[in-house]
T-cell receptor, first 112, second 117 residues
């Protein structure tokens, strides 16, 4: 079965500092990996995806993620975090039926 | 990107009543829609997959008689929580792929917060 793990429940950073949200995956075959963000009482917003190609994926709102096959990781990164980036972040993996399996989520808090 | 409209955003109901949640794809045809449930500060758990013109597929442990799913058209999928009880209180969210490509992402509605008194 496809699965992802987010080892950190919370990540706290100061505004302007780099932000990293970790995700590791376990799949059979080629992984289809996604990052979504959720603001309080809101739906999910798509940030970026990795299907194939370059290991560094650029996404929305200045986010990027690096696919690392040897470490089975897909960490989300932003060079300079904003207070408005404070939200709940989900890593997800897609299976052949388009179903997304989500990680437990990581709450990001960016302090001014 | 594609737009998924979900209504209502909030609903409070009495125990024993039924609640219907609608999920509409506004600018694409959704042959498939996924329904997730999320408890506070927890991840999203897939409940079922609705398929236009056929029966929904439920994940293990999800009561199909309690969570009725109907995919009446290519733009509308509904989830009805029947005889709701306080333990059904949760955040429900739908999402669908706008295409058939292998790289298609899901677009999600804004979610429905259900509170059963």
């Amino acid at each position: 079965a496809q699965s992802v793990a987010q080892p950190e429940d919370q990540v706290n950073v100061a505004e302007g500092n780099p932000l990293t949200v970790k995700c590791t995956y376990s799949v059979s075959g080629n992984p289809y990996l996604f990052w979504y963000v959720q603001y309080p009482n809101r739906g999910l917003q798509f940030l970026l995806k990795y299907i194939t190609g370059d290991n560094l994926v650029k996404g929305s709102y200045g986010f990027e993620a690096e696919f690392n096959k040897s470490q089975t990781s897909f960490h989300l990164k932003k060079p300079s975090a904003l207070v408005s980036d404070s939200a709940l972040y989900f890593c997800a993996v897609r299976d052949h039926d388009y179903k997304l399996s989500f990680g437990a989520g990581t709450t990001v808090t960016v302090r001014a | 990107g594609a737009v998924v409209s979900q209504h209502p955003s909030w609903v409070i109901c009495k125990s024993g009543t039924s609640v219907k949640i609608e999920c509409r794809s506004l600018d694409f045809q959704a042959t498939t829609m996924f329904w997730y449930r999320q408890f506070p500060k927890q991840s999203l758990m897939l409940m079922a997959t609705s398929n236009e013109g056929s029966k929904a597929t439920y994940e293990q442990g999800v009561e199909k008689d309690k969570f009725l799913i109907n995919h009446a058209s290519l733009t509308l999928s509904t989830l009805t929580v029947t005889s709701a009880h306080p333990e059904d209180s949760s955040f429900y969210i739908c999402g669908g792929p706008p295409g058939q490509g292998t790289g298609e992402k899901l677009f999600f509605g804004s979610g429905t917060q259900l509170s059963v008194l």
